[in-house]
């Protein structure tokens, strides 16, 4: 398994433009998490799906950040209109979940770094 | 809420040398607790968890919850053990972690 995938890796774009960023999780795996990675704040919890559904998006920071997964193999988060504040590493991870409590380990893709000018 | 502090941004020690990243957490009921590792170019992974009570690579944790703490030591660091180190919490019941700001280890020849 290539373990969970990210796409752009590296994504350079001006502010006021649409970012869209998109992760493959593990096959089989039924929970999705994106995290976002910055010097100041570590890594935050963005929003995180079980079973394609969204469990919980209190830490999507504001309107401007959206996601979505249509299939359990797919997901994106998207930023419309992008700010130079949102600038950072996004990461996608995934873990197996079970019915009950979901105690499994995440799994990490390879991040996508976002610059915003 | 949950809330995991780790106190130090930057460390640095030489080799050899004996190194601690301290961690610390509020959370009201058991948590769980993780130590996950990001080396140079390479993605977020997980380097030990509480429940295991295992060494990795030299590395051992102990949740002590009379101090709410969960810090990470090796003896005798070693030049490869330099990357971002990260603490994280789960709650009882939930899958969502909950990380520190993260302490980027040096260790020098």
């Known amino acids: 398994d290539a373990g969970v995938i990210q796409s752009p890796r590296h994504e350079v774009t001006e502010m006021g433009q649409e970012v869209t960023l998109r992760c493959k999780p593990i096959?089989?795996?039924?929970?999705l998490f994106w995290y976002r990675q910055t010097m100041m704040r570590g890594l935050e919890l963005l929003i995180y799906?079980?079973?394609?559904?969204?469990?919980?998006d209190s830490g999507m920071p504001e309107d401007r950040f959206s996601a979505k997964m249509p299939n359990a193999s797919f997901s994106t988060l998207k930023i419309q209109p992008s700010e130079p504040r949102d600038s950072a590493v996004y990461f996608c991870?995934?873990?197996?979940?079970?019915?009950?409590?979901?105690?499994?380990?995440?799994?990490f893709g390879p991040g996508t770094r976002l610059l915003v000018l | 809420a949950q809330r995991v502090t780790q106190p130090e941004k930057l460390l640095s020690v030489f080799k050899g040398a004996p190194v601690e990243l301290k961690c610390n957490y509020s959370y009201s009921g058991s948590p769980e607790l993780f130590w996950y590792v990001q080396y140079s170019r390479q993605r977020l992974q997980l380097l030990l968890r509480?429940?295991s009570r295992e060494s990795i690579k030299g590395f051992t944790a102990d949740l002590n919850k009379g101090e709410t703490s969960f810090h990470l030591k090796k003896p005798f660091a070693q030049e490869e053990d330099s990357a971002m180190y990260y603490c994280?919490?789960?709650?009882?019941?939930?899958?969502?972690?909950?990380f520190g700001e993260g302490t980027q280890l040096t260790v020098n020849p």
């Open positions: 096959s089989g795996h039924n929970s």
């Open positions: 509480h429940i």
């Open positions: 991870a995934s873990s197996p979940g079970t019915p009950r409590g979901y105690k499994e380990t995440q799994y």
């Open positions: 799906f079980n079973n394609n559904v969204p469990i919980d």
């Open positions: 994280a919490l789960r709650e009882t019941s939930g899958s969502r972690l909950t």
